[in-house]
């Protein structure tokens, strides 16, 4: 029988497994769940017998990948996938997907959450500041950069957006100013929200020289990925530049030499953007569908490892 793991090392809502044993056994295949684990051999004990495999940040990795001597697909429910490594995937014979946009608006959400909690002094009671007429930059216009400039809207924003694979007119359509690059779009904005994958080519791009182009009392938000900050560069320019706050829901490698930022740098103990339960069923039940159409009729939409 076809076995389709769950292996989540930060479980979906329960509601959201639920969904995703329907789907599976609509399918007539086996649902196996790993959550919460805390070693990685309990993974790669996990992974043996499985055919297929729901993950979110979980990292697959070669080793991964040579335990799972069944594994045929992995979809990660979420948007990033930089925790595969995609070309030992591809050698293994292993299809990869996402499922885009499914969690989208949960983190949108927590971008106003946080920003909120920011502009009021960490709810310390001071007089803070409002969001209204205030611009809002937007690093990356995909689903959640998109999520987040509707929702700016009704704070009465002002919305600017880059997005080096996303033209200007697309932008534009959609009611949002297009910044002519990451520059101008950090010099504009009061405050910078990131949306952008780690790769290669973003991983420490947001550095000191970017962020302090920025206007005094500059906020960056950043609910993407840690790998994106050069850490050392961004503490050296909070330290210099005593306006400026940094805002995550990804805890930063740095975070203890972050944390003497007080009242200027906050993180979320745990990543939590998606974490939401209508943001697990969504991505876990489409991760759950995928895995069906790919198993029993071959569709490879949303394939990564091309
Ligand atoms: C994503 O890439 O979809 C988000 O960062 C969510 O990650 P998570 O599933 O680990 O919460």
Do not use: W
């Not at 993950?55 to 697959?60: G, H, M, Q, V």
């Not at 500041?129 to 704070?155: C, Q, S």
């Not at 961004?234 to 975070?255: G, N, Q, S, W």
């Not at 974490?275 to 489409?286: K, L, R, V």
């Amino acid at each position: 029988m076809t076995k389709v793991l769950i292996a989540t090392e930060k479980p979906f809502a329960p509601v959201a497994v639920e969904g995703i044993k329907k789907e599976v056994d609509a399918a007539g295949f086996e649902l196996a769940i790993l959550e919460k684990y805390t070693e990685k051999q309990q993974l790669l004990d996990a992974v043996a017998d499985a055919d297929a495999i729901i993950i979110r940040s979980d990292k697959i990795d070669a080793e991964v990948l040579d335990a799972a001597k069944q594994l045929k697909i992995v979809v990660r429910a979420g948007a990033g996938y930089d925790n595969v490594d995609l070309d030992a995937a591809t050698a293994h014979n292993v299809v990869v997907m996402n499922t885009p946009g499914q969690n989208a608006n949960a983190v949108a959400e927590l971008v106003f959450g946080l920003l909120v909690f920011a502009v009021r002094n960490f709810f310390n009671g001071k007089a803070g500041t409002e969001l209204l007429g205030k611009k809002l930059g937007i690093l990356a216009f995909g689903n959640v950069g998109r999520n987040v400039a509707r929702i700016a809207k009704g704070f009465g924003m002002e919305v600017y957006a880059y997005d080096a694979y996303c033209p200007a007119e697309v932008i534009e359509a959609a009611g949002v100013h297009a910044a002519k690059n990451q520059d101008e779009l950090f010099e504009t904005c009061d405050v910078v929200s990131l949306h952008i994958p780690a790769t290669a080519e973003t991983k420490q791009s947001i550095n000191k020289a970017l962020v302090s182009k920025m206007k005094k009392g500059g906020i960056v938000v950043n609910t993407a990925r840690k790998e994106v900050i050069n850490e050392p560069e961004l503490i050296e320019l909070l330290a210099e530049r005593t306006d400026l706050k940094y805002i995550t829901d990804i805890k930063p490698d740095a975070d203890a030499e972050f944390a003497q930022f007080e009242g200027r740098y906050f993180s979320t103990p745990k990543k939590m953007g998606a974490q939401t339960a209508e943001a697990n069923i969504n991505a876990g039940i489409a991760a759950a569908k995928q895995i069906v159409g790919f198993i029993k009729d071959g569709i490879t939409k949303f394939q990564v490892n091309k």
